[in-house]
C-alpha cells in the first residue's frame, strides 16, 4: 500500500479500513424479511458486531435466477411472509441506526424499474445505504442506473465472471464504486467444499485492468475460505452460510457463526 | 402467383431492441455465452451450407413444408368465414417446436456442445429438444415445473423414451417460469459444454431473434399456400400467445402485410377479471423477465405474478419482446380466451373435422370463431394449428367427463 488514497464511497472506506491491521474485509448478505423483518434487522446488526464490514442485504425476487437453494427459500419465506419493496429501506434505515457499517442492497432489476429508478436511489440515500449489487444488470445495460448513481453518490457493484472477457472486465472495474463482486465460480450461490484456482486467476486479470478492489463471493463459507482469498483479494463475500445459520439456529446462531468466519481475516 | 410484401420493413428487424422491448439482462456469467451463442448464429445465418443442412432436415425429419387445410365444416361456426389451418400438428414430435429445436440444435453443434437443456411447460418443448438431442448424440436435460409434470405425464414419459433427464422443478410456482429460471441456474454452473436450447421467442438477446428466424417458416410458407389455394392475401392471422414462438411464426411473413390483420390469443383462464389467467399483454405492463424487457403480469413490486391457464404451454406471465412491440406500434392485436372458450372450440375442432388440436392451439380456434363471426363469410382466416392434442387427451378426456371410470388409472 502507498500512502492515502481518495476515497468517497462508504464501502470502499470500510474496506480499505480493513488494510489498517486485517488481511482484508468480510462482506455478509441475508435476505430483508427472512425469517421476519424483526429478526432480519436483528441479524444483520449482529453480523455488524461479530466482524462483517459491509452489509449486503437482499431484496427478495420472485425470479432468482443467480440463487442457489438456501438463499431461494430463505428469499421465498420473505415473500411469502408479504415482504415488500419499502421494506428494504426500513431495513436499512433501522440497521444504520445501530451500526456503522455501510449497507449495500443487493436486488435483481425489475423490482426498481417498476418502483423507479430515480425514486429507488433518493429513497435508498435517504434510508442511509450505500448502494447496490447489481446480479442481473451489466454495465452495457444499466445506462439509467449509471446516471442515477452518479447523479446522488450511490455505490454500484457489478459483477465480474471468470467467463468475462478482458474488455468486459475493464467495463466493470471502470464503472463499479466500492468494490467488483467477483464470482468466484460458474454457478449459482450456495456453500462449496472447496474453490477452485479461477478466483485468484480472476482478481489477477481484474488487477491487470486496473481494479483496486476486488471482493471474491459465491460459494465461500468457512473462515479457511476466507484467509485463503484474502491472500489475493481485498475482501470475501458470505451468504448461503450465513442465511442457513440464520435459519437453524436464529440471530444467536447466525453472530457465532460470523465470529468465526471473522477470524479469517486476521493477518 | 406472388404478391409482393410492401416495404415497410417491420420484418427487418433483427434486436437487440424491438422498439424500447427486448436488450439482455442478465448474470455476467451467462454474457460470455450469450456473445458466443450471436456471433455463431450470425456466422450460420450468413453461411448457405447451413441453411441447406436446416432445409433438408425438415424435408427429411420434420416433414415439411406442413400442408394448410380448409375446415368447413368448423367453419360454419365461424360466421361462415373462410378458415385454413397451417397444420404443425403434423410436424414430427407434434408440434412447431421443432422447427426451433433443430436449428438450435444445428448451432450448438458448430459450437462445440455437448449437452442441451432445455425448460418445458405442455412437454413439446422438452420432447422436441429430447428428440434433437437422440438425433444429434447429445446429452439432454429438461427442466419441468412439477405442476406441468403432473398434467403432462405422456411427454414426461416421452421426454424418458428418448433418453433425456426430465428434472421436476419444486420451486417458486412450480411451473413454466420456475423452469427457465431452473434452466438458466444449469447454464450459468455448466456453460462451458452446455447449449441452453430456450423454447420460445423470449429470453436474453440473441434468443428472441434466433428463435423467430427458426420459426418463421410457418408463416413463409403459408402465406405463399394461402395465396396459391385463394389468389390472395388471408384477411387475418390468427394463433395462441404464451411466450409467443408459434405466433411469430406465423405473423412475421405477414408483418409488412398491411391489409393482414394479425390477431394474437392469450390464455384467459378462468377470466381477466379473476386473478387466474395467463393474459401477459392484455393485463400485464413493462418490466424485466427473464432476461430481456418486454410485458409481464406483475406486482406493484415488479414480483411476478403466478399465471394460470388449463393449457400448461400458455401457462406463462410473460411474453417475447418482439410480441410486445408489436402490440405497443398496434401492428397485432392480442385478445384473452378462456380455458372455457378454448376447450369448446377444443370439442368443435374434434367432431366437425376429425382433428384433435392442443389445448393451446385451441385458443386460436376459439379466437377464430370470434373473428369470423365479426369479419364473415368473405373473410379468409389462416389459424396457426401450432400442435396436436395427444398430449391432452387425458386432460380433455376429464374436462369433457369422457373417460371410463378406472380407464385413467
Redesign the interface.
Known sequence: MTGARVVESPVASAIEATRQNRAGALIGYLPVGFPTLDESVDAAVALVENGVDVLELGIP??????D??VI?KAT?AS?DGGF??RDAFTAVERIRARVDAPVLLMTY???????GVGRFADDLVSAGGAGLIT????V??GADWLAESDRTGLDRV????????DE?LRL?VENSRGFVYT?ST???TGARAELGAAAETLVGRLRSVGSVRACVGIGVSTPEQIAEILGYADGAIVGSALVRALADDGVAGVARLTARLASGTAR | MTIEATPTHLRDEQGPFFGEFGGRFMPESLIAALDELSAAYDVAKADPEFHRELAELHRTYTGRPSIITEVPRFAEHAGGARILLKREDLNHTGSHKICNVLGQALIAKRIGKTRLIAETGAGQHGVATATAAALFGMECVVYMGEVDTERQALNVARMRLLGATVIPVTTGTRTLKDALNEAFRDWVANVENTHYLLGTVAGPHPFPVMVRDFVKVIGEEARQQVIDLTGALPDAVVACVGGGSNAIGIFHAFLDDPDVALHGFEAGGDGVDTLRHAASITMGRPGVLHGSRSIMLQDEDGQTVDSHSISAGLDYPGVGPEHAWLASIGRATYTPVTDAAAMQAFRLLCQTEGIIPAIESAHALAGAIELGRTLGEKATILVNLSGRGDKDVETAGAYFGVLDAGAGA
Open positions: 425476487y420472485s425470479d432468482p435466477v443467480m442457489g437453494p431461494q421465498q415473500l415488500r419493496l432489476w425489475n423490482p426498481v424499474v417498476q418502483y446480479p442481473d444488470l451489466t452495457d445495460s457489478f459483477l465480474a465472471a471468470p467467463t468475462s472477457t468486459r466493470a464470482v460458474m454457478g449459482t
